[in-house]
């Protein structure tokens, strides 16, 4: 009798042990998972508060900002073309003129023939060269010209003017403080009386200026001029309405 009372003791005592040992872990994964939750909302929270402070500040700032300006100018310098107004309304019946933005100066073009290219510009192959001296004055830097019809006035990537032939290439500059349109790089090629070719090229880049063997340089310079812009004429006067008009 007292055996059994002792292993009765005993069972019960373990059955008490065992239900309080699967009770407890139970109730420590209840805590850790809501305070787990609890730190997730709040960094949610901290973290919505601070995009929605981000993009206030930046609302703030863009408000204050002055809006850009979209340009429709030809170039950055054509603000300034007013300048040029005394020197458009003296050319007479059929000229023309045009803009070009060389060597960061936007510089007048005067012609007194244009035609169509088939492109849609009114190109010209020769015209006298305008700008705006040291000393804020209009004045005229000299007269470029092609040698071919096929190689209108035309303005490089490099901010240049280039014309010229299929023996000639030009490509020029301003000097606003020399006053005077530099020859940057040239490529000629000539012939003798037996019709041998001799070739000729400067660059001021290179530090040449001699004769060479091949005509490379001007293949070179003609993938410029083809990559460039048409100068674009308007022509003024009574030719301008009845072309207008046709």
Not at 106 to 115: G, I, K, N, R, T
Not at 119 to 139: L, P, Q, R, T, W
Not at 140 to 165: I, N, R
């Amino acid at each position: 009798m007292f055996k059994k009372s002792i292993i009765a003791l005993l069972l019960g005592t373990a059955v008490f042990m065992t239900a309080c040992g699967g009770k407890a872990p139970a109730a420590d994964n209840t805590e850790t998972e809501t305070a787990t939750e609890e730190t997730v909302t709040e960094e949610n929270a901290a973290e919505t508060a601070a995009a929605a402070e981000e993009t206030a500040d930046d609302a703030a700032q863009a408000a204050t900002e002055p809006a850009a300006e979209e340009s429709t100018l030809a170039s950055r310098y054509e603000d300034d073309m007013a300048r040029y107004q005394t020197v458009i309304d003296g050319l007479q019946d059929g000229q023309a003129y045009g803009f070009a933005d060389i060597s960061d100066v936007d510089v007048l073009l005067v012609a007194d023939h244009v035609y169509d290219n088939l492109d849609g510009n009114m190109v010209a192959m020769k015209a006298d060269v305008y700008c705006i001296n040291g000393s804020d004055e209009v004045v005229k830097y000299g007269t470029v010209e092609s040698t071919d019809s096929a190689y209108p006035l035309y303005v490089t990537a490099d901010k240049c003017l280039m014309f010229g032939g299929n023996h000639k290439l030009t490509k020029v500059y301003v000097d606003i403080e020399a006053g005077a349109i530099i020859t940057f790089q040239e490529f000629t090629e000539t012939f003798n009386a037996d019709g041998e070719a001799t070739y000729h090229y400067l660059s001021m880049d290179e530090g040449i200026d001699e004769d060479v063997e091949d005509d490379s340089a001007h293949v070179a310079m003609l993938e410029q001029y083809e990559t460039g812009t048409p100068v674009n004429f308007t022509t003024v006067g009574e030719a301008a309405a009845a072309a207008a008009t046709n």
